[in-house]
């Protein structure tokens, strides 16, 4: 078997030459890219993903990586209501990296930009000890259709698009082989599936653009990239309002709950994290007609109350229940 | 002496609390930043700063990383002829890093935006083994004003704002305090000012404002922040040209030739990089035009000829001269 060239070996320019192909021709080549003009608001978000905390050899394929930190973000700008145009990708990496999985990385923001829409429309690659790439993805949006995430009100309900803890899931099967030998091959599959190639919820974005400008007015909303309880508790805390989320209206795939038990389930589906799916709050009338719109894959998962308690209860006239808080929650420090 | 926090003994949430006075109040706190809309084009650029590659604490208060890292991408920026709208700050550290580092970065990232426009509107941080800074900065440009790299045309003269080689200078200076102990304090200052506290030319952007859209076609601009001489063969590459740069036109500051001598400071002024100027191609009466409006700090340094070969000259009518090549300009690895 030959050695891969390196990062080094072939040098700077010769590295950029070779990732121009996934990259957008109308755009590169000069000391910054040009958007196309619009009268829509410009909605810009950014994520860093660190080798050995965001993603692993061991985990992750380098397309999977890529496809994964293009996700995270377009999946920012879903959570906003915005569509997307374009990213850029700042990418610092040893020099001992072969030019080989460089390319497969782009390959797979490629794929993934494809998909969904935009194009890589610049970026910067520099040396350093640890691979680490910073993602800025720039989308449009009519401003009067922005989803906030201080719009909760009482009496809305609260919608949950997909699974949760799935991601979860799927990480622990790749970690683990052999963690669960009685799941099913098509489940496995699914979560591995969840981990490695999360889908942005901008059909959701689509869905919504139907709708009267004046219906955004009270929808609030957030991706669920840290854990349905992170989302939940920031459109609380933004909004200054409560919640209560029902136990058994909670997103756990079946075949989770069945694998390791309700109550590891339950923390998955809460604080797992990386489902990158949509967390809305809204009227209930104007929750049934996102289900109708959106299929199976859409759930009211609780109440949008007055107070600041965030509570996990049993029945929705269930006086008490357990409290969420930030501290189970990912913290990055 | 009290030890000071680390971001590790705070974590993530008290962290970013800290940071928000630094950023802009009315874009922060949702998954994205909404821009306001306009008409204009969006240009978007991103730039990655590695510490003990791009910065080093030996040369570079926390400030002055910070005013760097964003005055390196408002740069770019008016390469385009883009004023700044805001940037992201991607940041990536160690949890040993002390809050109060992380904090005067900031500072220093809202002194240059406070100085040349745009805010802070959105960022990540994360954990990694070494610190990291990537910057996205959006500007706005009127479509038709674009300053585009492949304009350059044969009979066009060559302009360069400021000086180059001052950062490099600057670099020297701070690496080797004894090293130029007959440099007059002015001097001395002025070089470390070049190096820590760059300028980004966002004034001439401003200056050409007041020029008709037609003009535009025919004036081509890139930075100069990986050295003139790497500007010149981009200009050229792009544009598909050639050069011919004049020696004794070339903005070398006195002070540095009588200090280092004529060909360390040729050297320095050519391939150096950081001083984040201006390089300009434009028909002889506009560079007059812009001379005019400009005042001292800008200077015709050659002229624009057929072929591809970028040359240094000795006299404007010299049928030879010394080719530069891309052999001698920085590489990332």
């Known amino acids: 078997m030959t050695a891969q060239p390196t990062v080094a070996d072939i040098g700077e320019l010769a590295l950029l030459r070779q990732l121009q192909p996934f990259c957008s021709q109308a755009l590169l080549g000069d000391d910054a890219a040009v958007l196309s003009p619009?009268?829509?608001?410009?909605?810009?978000?950014?994520?860093?993903?660190?080798?050995?905390?965001?993603?692993?050899?061991?985990?992750t394929a380098p397309e999977d990586v890529g496809w994964r930190a293009i996700a995270a973000n377009l999946s920012d700008l879903a959570a906003m209501g915005a569509m997307p145009i374009g990213v850029t990708v700042g990418l610092s990496l040893p020099g001992t990296v072969t030019v080989e999985w460089v390319k497969r990385v782009y390959q797979g923001m490629g794929d993934c930009l494809r998909q969904y829409g935009g194009d890589i429309v610049g970026g910067d690659i520099v040396?350093?000890?640890?691979?680490?790439?910073?993602?800025?993805?720039?989308?449009?949006?009519?401003?009067q259709r922005v989803l906030?995430?201080?719009?909760?009100?009482?009496?809305?309900?609260?919608?949950?698009?997909?699974?949760?803890?799935?991601?979860?899931?799927g990480l622990e099967l790749l970690l683990r082989p052999d963690a669960a030998p009685a799941l099913a091959a098509r489940d496995r599959q699914s979560f591995i599936q969840a981990h490695q190639r999360p889908i942005p919820r901008l059909d959701v974005v689509q869905r919504l653009a139907t709708w009267p400008d004046d219906d955004f007015s009270t929808v609030a909303a957030m991706d669920s990239s840290d854990g349905l309880a992170n989302a939940v508790l920031y459109l609380c805390q933004a909004s200054g309002v409560g919640a209560r989320l029902q136990r058994d209206r909670l997103p756990i795939p079946p075949a989770l709950q069945a694998w390791v038990g309700p109550k590891l389930a339950l923390?998955?589906?809460?604080?797992?994290?990386?489902?990158?799916?949509?967390?809305?709050?809204?009227?209930?009338e104007r929750a049934v007609a996102l289900l109708a719109d959106c299929g199976?894959?859409?759930?009211?998962?609780?109440?949008?109350v007055a107070g600041r308690e965030v509570l996990l209860v049993d029945r929705p006239d269930d006086p008490s229940g357990l409290p969420l808080t930030w501290d189970s929650c990912f913290q990055h420090f």
Not at 151 to 161: C, M, S
Not at 296 to 304: E, M
Request: hydrophobic letters at 40%; a negative charge.
């Open 148 to 169: 906030r995430r201080d719009r909760a009100q009482p009496g809305q309900v609260i919608v949950a698009t997909g699974w949760h803890g799935a991601s979860r899931a």
């Open 267 to 284: 923390d998955w589906c809460l604080y797992g994290g990386e489902d990158f799916e949509l967390v809305l709050c809204l009227p209930p």
């Open 38 to 59: 619009r009268a829509d608001a410009t909605v810009v978000t950014t994520d860093v993903l660190v080798d050995g905390v965001h993603f692993s050899d061991r985990t």
């Open 296 to 304: 199976k894959n859409v759930a009211i998962v609780g109440t949008v």
């Open 127 to 143: 040396q350093s000890a640890q691979t680490m790439l910073a993602i800025t993805a720039i989308g449009t949006v009519t401003p």
